[in-house]
């Protein structure tokens, strides 16, 4: 049976063109390439320009940067805020290095060295300053780039995630969700593993047949020993853990029923960041929430946006 996901990648790049963004991969050093989505403005200036686009900020729309959690590339994360915020916003959809078209030959596998290429990449394409949106993992990585780069990133909204994950918040999790580590529950390999997997990030988990679930593993699950590294590095030691001190504005959304940041965990981050935060949690959602909920999250994030 051919992949459906594969099947329908030339029918997501034309809705993505529809919405004016074009695809452009970015080197940020030698061995290392990040891919985009982003204005088509932007990234045929860039292309024109010998790699050195003029700056974004031209386009009289505010930068919005858009980062994927841990199971999917940027554009599948985000389609349903790309069309919702494409016409007001610049919008600039990464992939995660090891997730799409990213990767690297180097074995820094941090959180920060997601970020300080991520940062990289948005200035070669003439970014300034963004808003950054980050789900799960890329909450975590947006966390670390609004700390490197405060000239950067003007705000944080944290979605479903936290500015760091710790080995006491690690076992507490696998106790609710009922999984052994990260890798094995990030990165299954049955499509029992990945049943279980949605289960454990939606509220609701929809009926899906298995073709469906083994088409979604053959596409979404590849670079796994990387992949596994960068759960690795991305846990730190309790004693380890300090609030980071932000100069930005720091907005959580978090779906009520989330077994991961559950509403008690970004409570206690916001409590932490004292007024710098603010904090909005959606009823009947889990760990997806944008997916699960796309109104109520895009009308939340919209009144976040307007009230820079």
């Keep these: 049976m051919v992949n459906l996901l594969t099947v329908l990648s030339p029918v997501l790049r034309a809705l993505l063109h529809f919405y004016g963004l074009r695809s452009q991969t970015i080197e940020i050093e030698p061995g290392t390439v990040v891919h985009f989505w982003g204005p088509s403005q932007i990234v045929e200036n860039y292309r024109s320009q010998n790699n050195q686009a003029k700056s974004a900020n031209h386009l009289e729309k505010p930068a919005l940067v858009l980062l994927h959690g841990f199971a999917a590339t940027g554009v599948l994360t985000w389609l349903l805020q ?26 820094n596998r941090s959180p920060e060295y997601q970020a300080e290429c991520l940062a990289k990449g948005l200035k070669r394409l003439g970014v300034e300053r963004c808003t950054v949106v980050g789900c799960s993992y890329g909450g975590i990585i947006g966390s670390k780039m609004a700390v490197l780069e405060p000239d950067l990133v003007r705000c944080l909204v944290l979605s479903n995630s936290n500015v760091a994950i710790t080995d006491l918040q690690s076992e507490e999790a696998f106790e609710r969700i009922g999984s052994r580590s990260w890798t094995e529950l990030m990165l299954p390999e049955t499509v029992e593993g990945l049943r279980k997997l949605l289960g454990a990030v939606v509220f609701k988990r929809p009926w899906l047949p298995d073709w469906a679930y083994k088409h979604f593993l053959e596409v979404m699950f590849d670079s796994r020993h990387e992949r596994a590294e960068l759960l690795k590095a991305l846990v730190i030691k309790d ?13 959580i959304m978090a779906g009520e029923e989330d077994n991961i940041f559950t509403p008690e965990i970004v409570q206690k981050t916001k409590a932490q960041l004292g007024d710098k935060a603010t904090i909005h949690v959606i009823k009947k959602a889990g760990h997806l929430v944008h997916l699960e909920r796309p109104f109520v999250y895009n009308r939340l994030l919209k009144k976040i946006l307007t009230n820079l």
Excluded at 89 to 101: E, K, M, Q, T
Excluded at 240 to 250: E, M, T
């Design 82 to 107: 790309i069309m919702a915020f494409s016409g007001t916003h610049a919008v600039f959809v990464p992939d995660l290095i090891f997730f799409g078209d990213s990767t690297t030959d180097s074995t």
């Design 239 to 251: 004693k380890n853990f300090a609030i980071p001190k932000f100069s930005q504005k720091i907005c």
